[in-house]
């Protein structure tokens, strides 16, 4: 009798629902051929059909004994455990958050199963099950699989480490590394990293370098090195926002022993804390005097440089985002800029009071202070040894891609004057959020993969085509700085028939609120449509006195008299009395003050501005017609629905 015989007869027992034949077939077998794997493997099947785990698990543990799995057997465990993910792909398990499992006796006996198996045999399977589901690329499969058995043994440090290491590859697999809030970045930081921590001093789980993991049959997972581990867990931090968290996470893995790093003891991590300017700009003081006592490097290697890097980059992008959201969220919901930046004080506390309101107008807002922090740590980094480093961190995650860097350098450097480096990032923040033109003729919002979590949140169009116009505003005096005026004019004006203009008085108050602070930082405009209209206006204005254009009398009837000392400097020129001609002066000035200070001007002996068409400058009685004109004109603008009708 041969092994076959005796399996197709154990086939046909089981087929004719009599188990005690087919064990009597098994136990015949295993007596004549004990070391068979095809007959052992029967054995196992039922030892698990009648429920005796341990057994079914010490047989498997003689299949194993060689470190050789074959492919049937991993099959056999797939099958085993599939039925019980419910068919989800997420690799992230939390009872908590998540679905519960259904504990069946089934699902009770894989466990035992599994726990009962030495430590050697449980590697070798799940390395051997795990190789072939990457190779059958059921990459989703494998990292839920290897998620479930972490639950079961959530101390064993091959199973932490190849699920972590799964998790990494299965993102790179699928594409989603461009995407670091991944469900599988998810389950890698929130499942496993915390498991990691207490085993980052064993050489054998970390290392230095990228490694790999022998899985058999020629198929092997890369292991990535302890920085690449503590770069995935703290990018998923600053992608979600949760930079309290991200202190939390470097300060947990610190090596107790390490007083180098000793000064973040104390500091508030909590998620619902905010850690203010001044302790992010110790902890940065700190960090990078301990990263610049290090040796050389070209990547950061034992855990205290790894830690000063991150709470260095923590706290510039730290600073940024809360200047973003100082800007993107609450000019939604404030007027003022006075108002605006400072809504992420600690003062934001107090009960709200008529004093408080002066003195958050008069301060230096909040937000101007995040920036110039933001502009002090990057020029710390760059005269410290972490700048290359940095570099190549900013390369690594596309800094380019991610809206609220961009919006944040984007202000940074125009608060630098550096209007160049400011313009690019304005312009291709805006070709992410902005499609061109469609065949309808109209601009769209687009769906773009890389906006922050943040910028996803705000789903209304209103708000997306605020940040839009705001943009176009920045790019505009960009390209005024630059030189760029004909540009800029198209720009501004394209922006200005799409907002609302506030009445002149209300104007006039905004622009004198608005430049109570440094020129540079009052053109940071907050997302207001009324702010938006007026620092349009005034732009215009600019552009249109450079370009030595008549449209700026137009434009200055607005916010008057913000614009009476503009227009002395400009009356006083030579070449405005030699040259100046605008022959639809009486179609669109209708400000009083203005109507009066070019009729004194027209009056002038000697004046050669011209405000006439051709065929009336060369009447006799010019002056007569110019007084006239005023008249008419002064009587059209003293009605006050028509005051700004002309703008």
Not at 529 to 548: D, F, G, M, S, W
């Amino acid at each position: 009798m041969d092994v076959d015989s005796i399996i197709k007869n154990i086939e046909i027992e089981r087929n004719n629902g009599n188990l005690s034949g087919a064990k009597v077939q098994v136990l015949l077998g295993r007596s004549l051929f004990p070391s068979n794997d095809s007959l052992m493997f029967e054995h196992h099947k039922i030892a698990f059909g009648e429920g005796d785990f341990n057994y079914a698990a010490s047989v498997l543990s003689l299949m194993l004994k060689e470190g050789k799995c074959p492919s049937f057997l991993c099959q056999h465990v797939i099958n085993l455990i599939e039925p019980l993910l419910e068919g989800s792909p997420l690799p992230y398990i939390n009872q908590n958050n998540h679905r519960e499992f259904k504990k069946s006796k089934k699902e009770n006996g894989v466990e035992q199963m599994l726990e009962s198996l030495p430590s050697h045999s449980l590697s070798s399977l799940l390395h051997a099950t795990t190789s072939l589901l990457l190779k059958e690329e059921r990459e989703d499969l494998a990292c839920s699989m290897n998620a479930l058995l972490l639950k079961w043994k959530p101390e064993d440090p091959v199973q932490i480490f190849l699920c972590a290491s799964l998790a990494l590859h299965c993102e790179k697999k699928l594409g989603l590394n461009s995407a670091p809030t991944s469900p599988y970045r998810k389950f890698f930081v929130e499942f496993c990293f915390p498991k990691m921590i207490s085993h980052f001093d064993s050489k054998e789980f970390v290392s230095e370098v990228e490694g790999k993991m022998d899985l058999g049959e020629g198929c092997s997972l890369i292991v990535p090195s302890l920085f690449q581990f503590v770069e995935s867990a703290f990018q998923f931090h600053v992608t979600e926002g949760t930079f309290q968290s991200g202190y939390s996470l470097l300060h947990s893995i610190l090596p107790s022993q390490s007083k180098a790093l000793a000064f973040i003891e104390g500091l508030d991590y909590s998620p619902k804390g905010n850690l203010s300017l001044d302790s992010r700009s110790s902890l940065l003081n700190h960090s990078i005097q301990v990263f610049n006592s290090e040796a050389e490097f070209k990547e950061p290697k034992d855990l205290v440089q790894i830690v000063s890097f991150f709470v260095i980059i923590n706290v510039l992008l730290h600073f940024m985002w809360d200047y973003y959201r100082s800007t993107v969220f609450a000019g939604f919901q404030r007027k003022f800029l006075g108002t605006v930046l400072p809504f992420f004080s600690k003062e934001e506390e107090e009960p709200p009071s008529k004093s408080r309101k002066i003195k958050e107008t008069s301060q230096v807002p909040l937000g101007l202070r995040l920036l110039e922090s933001s502009s002090l740590t990057l020029k710390k980094i760059k005269e410290s040894r972490i700048h290359s480093q940095f570099e190549r961190l900013k390369s690594h995650w596309k800094w380019e891609q991610w809206d609220w860097i961009q919006f944040s350098l984007g202000d940074l450097y125009f608060y630098e004057k550096r209007y160049k480096e400011a313009e690019s990032e304005y312009q291709n923040l805006r070709q992410n959020l902005i499609q061109p033109i469609n065949s309808s003729g109209h601009s769209s919002l687009s769906e773009n993969p890389f906006k922050s979590k943040f910028l996803r949140d705000f789903s209304a169009k209103r708000s997306l085509e605020l940040i839009a116009q705001r943009l176009l505003l920045q790019i505009g005096i960009c390209q005024i700085e630059l030189g760029e005026l004909v540009k800029a004019r198209s720009n501004l004006l394209k922006l200005s028939v799409l907002l609302p203009l506030p009445n002149q008085t209300e104007g006039r108050k905004r622009l004198e609120s608005l430049f109570g602070f440094p020129t540079n930082s009052s053109y940071l405009a907050s997302l207001n449509e009324q702010i938006l209209a007026v620092l349009t206006v005034y732009h215009l204005t600019r552009c249109y006195q450079r370009l030595n254009q008549p449209g700026m009398i137009v434009l200055m009837q607005f916010g008057w008299p913000f614009h009476s000392q503009f227009l002395s400097e400009i009356t006083q020129r030579e070449e405005f009395s030699n040259s100046f001609s605008f022959h639809q002066f009486f179609d669109f000035v209708s400000n009083i003050d203005l109507l009066e200070e070019f009729a004194y001007l027209t009056s002038k002996e000697g004046s050669k501005i011209k405000i006439l068409s051709e065929g009336e400058n060369e009447s006799k009685k010019r002056e007569e017609l110019l007084a006239s004109k005023f008249e008419k004109q002064v009587l059209v603008a003293s009605l006050s629905e028509m005051s700004t009708a002309n703008l």
